[in-house]
């Protein structure tokens, strides 16, 4: 059974940072990609950033771009998201999520099998 468990949200405010982890169980997860998406009131579920587990670099989305940096720990099959100088508009519930993208659609969420319970962020201004 894949487990996706999401921690680190919380309420902060804008300038400040969280980092979320997302902690993954259940089978290898050398051939998928795991990625960040968020949700606010109201709105659809955007990408925020991904990463193939098998290497290269991560993806972005514009609006996190130089603000949000992903990373993983390979022993801990763990990935982070860490989050600087926050804004409100970044307020969201942010899920974790493993899948198998194609070629060019790494972030295209209907790509990913697995998800987590996501996480709350709320930016105050």
């Known amino acids: 059974q894949v487990q996706l468990v999401e921690s680190g949200g919380g309420l902060v405010q804008a300038g400040g940072s969280l980092r979320l982890s997302c902690a993954a169980s259940?089978?290898?997860?050398?051939?998928?990609?795991m990625g960040w998406f968020r949700q606010a009131p109201g709105k659809e579920r955007e990408f925020v950033a991904a990463?193939?587990?098998?290497?290269?670099?991560?993806y972005y989305a514009d609006s996190v771009k130089g603000r949000f940096t992903f990373s993983r720990d390979s022993a801990k099959n763990t990935v982070y998201l860490q989050m600087n100088s926050l804004r409100p508009e970044d307020t969201a519930v942010y899920y974790c999520?493993?899948?198998?993208?194609?070629?060019?659609?790494?972030?295209?969420?209907?790509?990913?099998?697995?998800w987590g319970q996501g996480t709350q962020v709320t930016v105050s201004s």
């Open positions: 999520a493993a899948g198998r993208p194609g070629s060019g659609a790494i972030a295209t969420m209907t790509q990913y099998d697995y």
């Open positions: 259940g089978r290898t997860f050398s051939t998928y990609a």
């Open positions: 990463r193939r587990w098998s290497g290269g670099s991560p």
